[in-house]
């Protein structure tokens, strides 16, 4: 298998600031499922402003393209300083995740660290089931 080059904005190159769009490597292999785990997300509490701390799972299977892995870990550092309910922001990454890399279906879960003795887990569902 020969060096292939790609058309990549954050792959190989410096720099850790939020991004909002995806790097996409052509995929032509045929029938898969790629799960994606970032074990380290943190998004704000919509009302104490506190930090919330989870997980974050992608599983999808690609149609046309795979995700460069840099970029999503990117991506998904935006969600760092907003403010907003568990239950958006998976609903959000699914529905970004999806309109850009155009999976032919793709599953979002995010588990979120105990807060009120309660630990949430939300999970949003795009393209064919």
């Not at 292999?29 to 997300?41: K, Q």
């Not at 690609?62 to 609903?91: G, Q």
Request: aromatic content about 8%; glycine content about 6%; charged content about 25%.
């Amino acid at each position: 298998m020969g060096k292939q080059q790609y058309n990549t904005k954050h792959l190989g190159r410096r720099g850790e600031e939020a991004v909002d769009e995806l790097d996409l490597i052509p995929w032509t292999h045929g029938p898969i499922t790629v799960f994606l785990d970032a074990t380290e997300f943190t998004s704000l509490c919509p009302v104490t402003k506190h930090p919330d701390f989870g997980r974050i799972t992608i599983e999808y299977v690609p149609d046309a393209h795979i995700v460069e892995t840099k970029s999503l870990k990117l991506y998904l550092r935006r969600y760092r300083d907003k403010a907003e309910f568990n239950e958006v922001i998976v609903a959000a990454i699914a529905d970004e995740f999806h309109k850009q890399v155009k999976p032919r279906q793709v599953t979002v879960t995010g588990h979120f660290n105990v807060r009120g003795g309660i630990s949430p887990t939300a999970i949003a569902i795009r393209g064919e089931v």
